[in-house]
């Protein structure tokens, strides 16, 4: 089942977001079964919006992804995204 991820970074800078972007695109299956990904600039930091094909995708990938944020200096948080079960999810122009 979807799911719908909801992740508050405080303190996470548009240049650290492009700089780890930058390194997990050099692999590009660490995004599968992501649907939609959208990172939005806040106040005191980023918020990432996400749509996933489940929640064990989701958790590879960031099983994937953690070590690399760590590397690039990212601070540990206790914080833990928001996960919800998506009840409907479409792409205008694309159906569903």
């Known amino acids: 089942m979807a ?3 909801h992740a508050v ?4 800078t548009t240049e650290q977001y492009d700089t780890l972007n930058a390194r997990l695109q050099e692999t ?3 995004f599968d079964g992501c649907v939609s990904h959208a990172c939005a ?3 005191d930091g ?3 919006l996400d749509v996933w094909e489940s929640e064990q995708k ?4 960031a099983e994937r ?5 760590t590397e690039l200096g990212w601070p540990e948080t206790a914080d833990q995204p928001r996960v919800l079960q998506v009840h409907n999810h479409w792409v205008p122009g694309l159906g569903g």
């Open 3 to 5: 799911i719908f991820v």
């Open 9 to 12: 970074l405080s303190g996470i």
């Open 28 to 30: 590009p299956d660490i």
């Open 41 to 43: 600039v806040t106040d």
């Open 46 to 48: 980023l918020e990432i």
């Open 58 to 61: 989701m958790e590879a990938f």
């Open 65 to 69: 992804m953690m070590p690399v944020a």
